[in-house]
């Protein structure tokens, strides 16, 4: 019994990851001290993780099988996922630019160093979480996207060990771990922090054993099939366990893990339910990419609008206006998805598959 081929629930629990991390972003103005009553919001940043480990296991989702018949061609897949990430991240950047152009000219105090011109290149190649621009700069959250493109870069190497260890999920799983804690003790060793909070200076290595984690745990799901109920009634434990998790805030370590199983529960059940009927949480978790990109500049220009010009608001936010600019940024975010992600990432393929299928001259 295979997976279907639309994994609707891990599409869903994209844009959950996305506003989770939104709201650690957001939590600091609001005007209600939520991190003195949970942990909740606090421990939002995890939500990378999810997209990490999730991304892995996609990713193996469509192209493995390929990979295995042949079928895999490594500049057609560059391509599609260049073309999936890029231009959003470039049109931020645009945005941001302009953003600071005004602020400038307008003489309105900002914080320059948010706007390094010497951080752009890496920036603009997405590199800039391989140690090239280590200072938070531009847009904060694309660090991850730049830790994404490595994972793209140097998937035929993750496709190479899944197909040796076809056989053998639990120790593909188990080099993935064990890698994951010998990078953590090597960012320990370097910057005195648990390698979950490697992000702008060196989140690439962040990806590394999370991506791997997400293709063993397909591997497992080929190997092994959950029965329905024991797969319902584990992903509600593993769920109210990572809540606690968060909650509480356990070790870092143990919450960014506790999202493999989450994963692959809800893969478990998709492969179960076999639905193929999208609707309004489909959709959200399409936008999701949008909703993670945009949502610091939103709130950095929406707060200034509100506090410098409306005055609307002093140093804190209500939860009304916090939720009044929540349901206005997912409505923005439905918008650059619809107009600069869909059809810059269909003109980009067309593009890329044109430059690929045309013949080399002699």
Do not use: C
Not at 235 to 264: C, M, N, Q, S, T
């Amino acid at each position: 019994m295979s997976y279907p081929a639309n994994l609707l629930s891990l599409t869903r629990l994209r844009f959950f990851a996305a506003l989770w991390v939104v709201f650690y972003h957001w939590r600091a103005p609001w005007d209600f001290d939520v991190d003195a009553t949970t942990q909740l919001l606090a421990m939002g940043r995890f939500g990378v993780d999810l997209f990490f480990i999730l991304s892995g296991f996609v990713l193996a989702h469509v192209y493995l099988r390929a990979r295995e018949e042949g079928r895999f061609n490594f500049a057609r897949f560059l391509v599609a996922r260049f073309a999936r990430i890029w231009p959003l991240h470039i049109a931020v950047i645009l945005f941001l630019l302009l953003v600071w152009f005004v602020a400038a000219a307008l003489e309105v105090p900002f914080e320059a160093d948010r706007f390094a011109v010497a951080d752009l290149p890496a920036n603009i190649l997405m590199i800039h979480a391989w140690g090239f621009a280590p200072d938070l700069s531009w847009n904060g959250p694309s660090w991850s996207i730049s830790a994404e493109w490595f994972a793209y870069l140097t998937f035929p190497a993750y496709l190479m060990t899944a197909l040796g260890l076809k056989h053998r999920p639990w120790l593909l799983l188990g080099i993935a771990a064990v890698l994951f804690f010998a990078l953590d003790q090597l960012h320990l060793r370097l910057f005195s922090e648990t390698l979950p909070m490697a992000t702008e200076r060196f989140g690439v290595i962040r990806i590394i054993p999370e991506f791997l984690i997400g293709i063993g745990l397909y591997r497992l799901g080929q190997a092994y099939v959950l029965p329905r109920p024991v797969a319902r009634y584990a992903f509600i434990g593993v769920l109210a366990v990572y809540l606690l998790a968060a909650h509480f805030a356990w070790d870092d370590r143990v919450i960014a893990l506790l999202g493999a199983p989450i994963i692959f529960l809800l893969a478990e059940l998709d492969r179960h339910k076999g639905e193929t009927r999208t609707g309004a949480m489909s959709y959200l978790g399409d936008i999701s990419y949008s909703v993670y990109m945009i949502h610091v500049p939103f709130f950095m220009v929406g707060f200034n609008l509100l506090q410098d010009v409306l005055g609307v608001v002093d140093q804190t936010v209500s939860w009304p206006v916090l939720l009044m600019m929540l349901v206005v940024m997912i409505g923005v975010s439905a918008g650059t998805y619809e107009w600069i992600e869909r059809p810059a990432r269909t003109r980009l393929r067309a593009w890329g598959e044109a430059l690929i299928s045309r013949p080399r001259r002699p």
